[in-house]
């Protein structure tokens, strides 16, 4: 099996606290790994150290081949990123959003355009193309959002609590999108508090206090916690 | 370099597209040059004054038409008696009276001595005190042509000769000031406005994330300002040579390329200021009561520095304004070469060195 993120004993410190507590779980390629935990258990923090942007304190990790002490810039090149915050700018047209972006990630002008008309052909943004990305409602910006994460053709997607505010159908067309890239063989990372979500992905892991407590398919967690639900698993887990 | 153009377009469309910014940017260089060079002055022009002449006769006749042959008064009213002088104060019509003493002529002639009482509205002490000197320098004009026959012995006859700006005219002097402003508040202000954006909208974490360099990305964000505040100093100079008739002595140049320096020092100071700042907002205050305060207050702009306290004195050699505004007023007033402003040019390049390496230093690299 071909291993896509492989952590080891990665720890992340501010002064006393310890945010990230020595994790050690690793990905596979083409899965949809569901990261899970309340807020404030690390999960934004230990995607930070994976992504390249926060120095680990302590451990190892490498994100498509790459470790993420010494190599952050080839990652940078293999990875997409859509962070908790809906970080297009509002002050750009889809269009120019999208080209920007195809830009900086070194795209051709030629493949940009290819991207860009078919990317809003699937989004169904045909009529709102040259609109101000920030008169779209939130759905619509989360979607064309991920689109723009997928836009280099990322080995991994990063994407860190993508729903959060958005309505159920909207949600639903998402993880279809996301099955999709998966299905395409794009590995996703995905962090959600919605326990639903958890019952989507392949494998999950659940964080607690910096830990992480638990990590199998739902189904193997719902045998070993006898629960019905991932909601149950994770009242559990938490309840200690 | 072609992610690098795409970034530097993305740029143009936030500042244009935001009419703030383009406000701040285009309409206040513009509005301040002029208000600066109109409206702010310490000249004047067609001061209206009121002229009570118990004498009539050819002497006084002959100042009073010189007064009035002058571009400074205008004389707006006659008044025959004592008693007006108050009315015509209380009612604004005027800001200065020139009482001529009864038979002025025949006691110049007589008695060599003759007596003018200058009364002058000093609600406003400047213009006053400038209505008095303009109206003693038409009298001592008019004594010098009476006397122009008779010599006098051992007579000190001081000549005053302005130099650099002969007609003291103050638009000279804001110029440098206004220019020296409006490039460091487009330059730092804006920059570190735009970099702190980009971090509280989450967009700064977006592009730590891609193969964009740090360093690529606060160029990147740099460049159009650069680009900017070139043009504003090219419209500041303009409007100053165009509408203010100000001439530019030394080379244009030379000029530009001082600017350049002291615009790539303001961006350093913005880029600094926007790694202390978390949001827009405060990068804003910083940039206004860090920066403006004292450029506007300690630079020399308005304030000489030489009449400064000791301390301030001091401290106005940390404001990186005042080593402009030096260099601006000797290239453009004096019209001098390198060879006198090297020392300036120096401590500016030195400053903004020691502000790029500061930022650098200060910069995260990684946002945690």
Same mark, same amino acid.
């Given at each position: 099996?071909? /291993? ?85 700018? %509002? ?6 959003? *999208? =080209?920007?972006?195809?830009? $900086? ?47 280099? %053709?990322?080995? *991994? ?35 959600? @508090? ?27 967690? /719902?045998?070993?916690?006898?629960? %019905?639900?991932?909601?149950?698993? &994770?009242?559990?887990? +938490?309840?200690? | ?12 469309? @936030? ?53 009035? +042959? ?29 009482? &001529? ?19 002058? %509205? ?29 010599? $006098? ?15 003291? /005219? ?17 330059? +730092? ?28 990305? *606060? ?43 002291? *615009?790539?020092?303001?961006? +350093? ?5 926007? =790694? ?84 650098? /230093? ?7």
């Amino acid at each position: 099996m071909n /291993k896509v993120i492989q952590v080891e004993g990665l720890t992340k410190m501010f002064g006393d606290f310890t945010a990230v507590d020595a994790i050690t779980f690793d990905v596979k390629k083409g899965e949809i790994f569901g990261f899970l935990g309340a807020n404030g258990a690390g999960k934004t923090t230990a995607i930070k150290m994976l992504i390249g942007i926060s120095n680990p304190t302590s451990g190892n990790a490498t994100v498509a081949g790459f470790d993420v002490l010494t190599n952050p810039n080839d990652i940078k090149k293999n990875i997409g990123y859509m962070s908790q915050r809906f970080a297009l700018y %509002d002050d750009l047209t889809v269009k120019e959003n *999208i =080209t920007f972006f195809g830009g $900086i990630y070194g795209l051709s002008r030629k493949r940009i355009k290819e991207k860009s008309e078919a990317l809003i052909k699937e989004l169904g943004l045909e009529k709102v193309a040259s609109q101000l990305v920030g008169s779209l409602p939130l759905g619509w910006k989360q979607k064309l959002s991920f689109s723009v994460a997928l836009i280099h %053709d990322p080995k *991994i997607v990063f994407l860190d609590e993508p729903t959060g505010g958005v309505d159920p159908i909207t949600r639903r067309q998402f993880w279809e999108m996301i099955y999709k890239a998966a299905n395409q063989g794009t590995t996703v990372f995905v962090t959600t @508090h919605y326990m639903d979500e958890a019952e989507y992905c392949d494998r999950v892991s659940i964080m607690v206090n910096g830990k992480i407590e638990a990590m199998d398919t739902p189904k193997k967690l /719902k045998e070993q916690f006898q629960a %019905d639900s991932m909601n149950d698993v &994770f009242l559990k887990l +938490a309840r200690g | 370099m072609k992610r690098f153009i795409g970034f530097i377009k993305k740029e143009f469309y @936030h500042i244009f597209r935001d009419r703030r910014s383009l406000f701040i940017l285009f309409g206040m260089p513009i509005a301040q040059i002029l208000l600066f060079g109109f409206a702010i002055t310490n000249e004047i022009n067609n001061v209206d004054i009121a002229i009570l002449d118990h004498s009539k006769d050819n002497t006084t006749e002959e100042i009073i038409n010189k007064i009035a +042959a002058s571009k400074y008064f205008s004389i707006k009213q006659m008044i025959t008696r004592e008693a007006d002088i108050a009315s015509v104060f209380q009612k604004g019509q005027v800001k200065a009276v020139l009482n &001529f003493e009864k038979d002025f002529g025949r006691n110049l002639v007589k008695d060599h001595k003759a007596t003018i009482q200058i009364i002058t %509205d000093a609600t406003d002490p400047n213009t006053a005190n400038t209505i008095t000197n303009y109206v003693n320098a038409i009298l001592q004009q008019y004594q010098k042509e009476l006397n122009k026959d008779i010599t $006098i012995a051992y007579q000190i006859m001081p000549q005053t000769r302005m130099v650099y700006n002969p007609e003291l /005219k103050s638009v000279y002097m804001f110029v440098p000031g206004v220019m020296t402003i409006i490039l460091m508040l487009v330059s +730092a202000m804006m920059t570190s406005i735009s970099i702190t954006r980009e971090k509280e909208l989450g967009t700064m974490e977006i592009l730590l994330v891609s193969p964009l360099k740090p360093f690529q990305v *606060i160029i990147g964000k740099v460049i159009p300002y650069i680009f900017l505040s070139i043009i504003n100093a090219v419209v500041i100079v303009m409007l100053s040579i165009f509408i203010f008739n100000m001439p530019v002595q030394g080379s244009l140049f030379l000029l530009g390329l001082e600017s350049v320096l002291f *615009i790539i020092t303001s961006l +350093a100071l913005g880029i600094l200021i926007s =790694t202390i700042s978390a949001t827009q907002q405060t990068a804003m205050m910083i940039s206004l009561m860090g920066l403006m305060l004292p450029v506007i207050l300690l630079s020399g702009f308005i304030f000489p520095i030489s009449s400064m306290p000791m301390l301030l004195q001091i401290i106005s050699n940390i404001i990186p304004a005042k080593w402009f505004i030096i260099i601006l007023k000797a290239i453009m007033l004096k019209g001098v070469g390198m060879q006198f402003i090297w020392k300036e040019t120096l401590i500016l390049l030195g400053m903004t060195v020691f502000f790029i390496a500061l930022s650098v /230093k200060k910069y995260k690299i990684r946002l945690e």
